[in-house]
């Protein structure tokens, strides 16, 4: 009876002890990775998370072998190269079962049909803003407009550089950060030859639930690089880490 109390407290101590594990993708021909630390890469994200209690792990091959069985939390910062259906599918699974998710665009396409299964969509052109404009560039721009979101506690605002706009397509999210009400999408050409714009205020990061998860996605994936993590990204990035344990 003491022997096998002992080797139940031993268990316990021992499940009390795990950290939560946080998978960086590396394996959809991302660009910027975890173990550098040049100025456009992520390390400063991936020890953000350490700090925050995580066990930081990478992968650099296809989602959908029983990876994720071993992860609690999933980021997908800037892919290139689109994810399979049966990786969309053991990703959903992942999410109904309690996993979440973080997710940055640096191209809409390759996570097209992810987004798409969690309610999510992209513009197909990046936002040029008109208002907190950063250096001139309309591209680069700072996001005042914030809902009551844990993600946002204590935050005025954070800075984007190339930035897709996102909406929910459905209740499972929600926008929770945009843009200025002047802010444009370029649309293409009109049956004039003339090129069509849509002027309004645009979404800039959603987050929302599939089954027992939740993920968040923001429409640029330099808010987190390490040239980037200023005082309020780095606040971001510290409540994402919160927001995702």
């Not at 003491?2 to 594990?21: E, H």
């Not at 992860?71 to 910062?77: G, M, P």
């Not at 973080?102 to 191209?107: D, R």
Request: glycine share 14%.
């Amino acid at each position: 009876m003491i022997m096998a109390l002992t080797v139940l407290l031993a268990a316990s101590v021992s499940r009390a002890g795990d950290r939560p594990s946080a998978l960086f993708d590396e394996g959809h021909g991302q660009r910027f990775t975890i173990g550098e630390k040049g100025p456009l890469h992520l390390a400063g994200l991936a020890e953000r998370f350490r700090a925050g209690g995580f066990e930081v792990k990478k992968s650099d091959g296809p989602l959908d072998g029983g990876i994720l069985e071993t992860a609690d939390v999933l980021i997908l910062s800037g892919p290139f190269t689109p994810y399979a259906a049966g990786e969309v599918a053991a990703i959903a699974r992942f999410l109904e079962r309690g996993g979440r998710l973080a997710a940055m665009l640096h191209v809409g396409p390759p996570l097209a049909d992810l987004l798409h299964r969690i309610g999510v969509d992209f513009s197909n052109g990046v936002i040029r803003e008109q208002d907190n404009v950063i250096d001139g560039n309309p591209l680069n721009f700072r996001v005042a407009s914030l809902a009551g979101d844990p993600l946002m506690a204590g935050l005025d605002g954070f800075s984007v550089y190339g930035c897709w706009a996102l909406t929910n397509t459905d209740s499972r999210a929600a926008i929770i950060a945009s843009t200025g009400p002047r802010a444009s999408v370029d649309l293409g050409t009109g049956p004039d030859g003339k090129p069509l714009q849509a002027v309004q205020s645009f979404g800039v990061a959603v987050a929302g639930k599939l089954g027992q998860g939740r993920f968040v996605v923001f429409g640029d994936d330099a808010i987190f690089q390490n040239r980037f993590l200023d005082v309020d990204n780095r606040h971001l990035a510290d409540n994402l880490v919160q927001w995702l344990n």
